[in-house]
């Protein structure tokens, strides 16, 4: 698989004009989580997928989330040390078990298995269970899609939304994936929560003082509310766009949690924690789905291509991922812009044990 990495443009470090580079950053997130338990393999796979999300621009879904990697980690709610168990179950049908790990590293454990799969039958379908996803899933499918493949991937998390007419919340946020190959450019990835907002962007609006617009969440006795931290300590978000929403998310819960055998998002008991000792990350499921499009018609990726020219030429000025593109371009030229959570994070970064 593909790293589809971008160099760093000479930036091998910090620098003074308030930018790091990607390698530096791996290595400072790499060694914190190493601190609180993780071992040097898991601990490199997640530094890499969070630095990735925060070079992107996905803050909400980078730096932000090392505290609850952390609490994890260190309360031993998380497993930083799993060795995945895979399985192929079938021709096309390949089981993780990530032993109450994370699932980036379960997901590449499974490369051998995925590769044969798509070889013979030119599908994959990868069930992992009892795993903990605490970042965003373009990274999971983009290098898939740099090499050729469809994919599309949708995960479950802890209990925070609340649909209309619930009492309680019953929902995660409840994101999924989609990825395709593009001839002659990029991969074309969208990747969104089911939910109004993830929780993460409603965390920082709470942090940075913003108000939510109505229909965000609910908060203080099932009452619409424009305050996130209401939303956050007396009620739930909604899914989006109301019952279309809730269905889509049902969907995720019933493939990423029911077919995995994982945990639905109510019954995980310990997510979104506020106290250091406790874990900071769900533990449930993930579902991905993996295509060989040269299986059909041939020429697919060209096909894409031509799509995507026709919808810019009606006036579509940016697709998904656009955004995430550009921002990895200038953080290639000019390095990662450090925010309040890079300088915290490099303040109580720790060397690497042993």
């Not at 009606?314 to 955004?323: F, Q, T, V």
Request: aromatic content about 6%; some cysteine.
């Amino acid at each position: 698989m593909s790293e589809n990495e971008p160099q760093s443009a000479g930036h091998d470090a910090r620098d003074d004009a308030g930018r790091i580079s990607f390698d530096a950053l791996v290595e400072a997130i790499g060694s914190t989580l190493i601190a609180a338990g993780a071992s040097p393999p898991v601990a490199a796979i997640l530094a890499r997928n969070c630095a990735s999300c925060e070079r992107d621009g996905a803050l909400s879904h980078g730096v932000f989330r090392v505290p609850g990697y952390v609490r994890s980690l260190s309360s031993g709610w998380a497993n930083g040390a799993a060795e995945p168990v895979v399985q192929r179950a079938g021709a096309s049908f390949i089981r993780v078990d990530a032993a109450d790990g994370f699932s980036q590293p379960a997901l590449i454990a499974a490369e051998q298995e995925i590769a044969e799969a798509i070889g013979e039958t030119g599908v994959a379908v990868v069930a992992i269970r009892d795993s903990h996803h605490f970042s965003a899933l373009w990274p999971d499918l983009e290098p898939f899609a740099a090499d050729g493949l469809l994919g599309l991937t949708m995960v479950t998390g802890g209990a925070s939304v609340i649909p209309r007419g619930a009492r309680r919340e019953v929902l995660g946020t409840n994101p999924f994936a989609f990825a395709s190959p593009v001839a002659g450019g990029r991969p074309l990835v969208m990747d969104f929560a089911t939910s109004t907002m993830s929780h993460g962007d409603l965390q920082l609006t709470a942090e940075a003082g913003r108000k939510v617009h109505l229909g965000t969440g609910t908060g203080r006795g099932g009452r619409d509310t424009d305050d996130p931290r209401e939303i956050l300590d007396e009620g739930g978000l909604l899914p989006f766009g109301g019952h279309k929403g809730l269905a889509l998310s049902l969907m995720v819960e019933i493939l990423a949690s029911g077919l995995t055998g994982s945990a639905f998002s109510y019954q995980d008991d310990l997510v979104f924690a506020e106290s250091p000792e406790d874990g900071g990350t769900a533990r449930t499921g993930q579902l991905l789905i993996l295509i060989d499009p040269d299986r059909g018609a041939g020429g697919f990726a060209g096909r894409v291509a031509e799509f995507i020219a026709a919808l810019r030429e009606a006036g579509l000025e940016r697709l998904p991922a656009d955004h995430r593109y550009r921002a990895r371009a200038e953080a290639g030229r000019t390095g990662i812009p450090v925010t309040p959570a890079i300088r915290e994070l490099l303040a109580a970064a720790v060397s690497p044990r042993g």
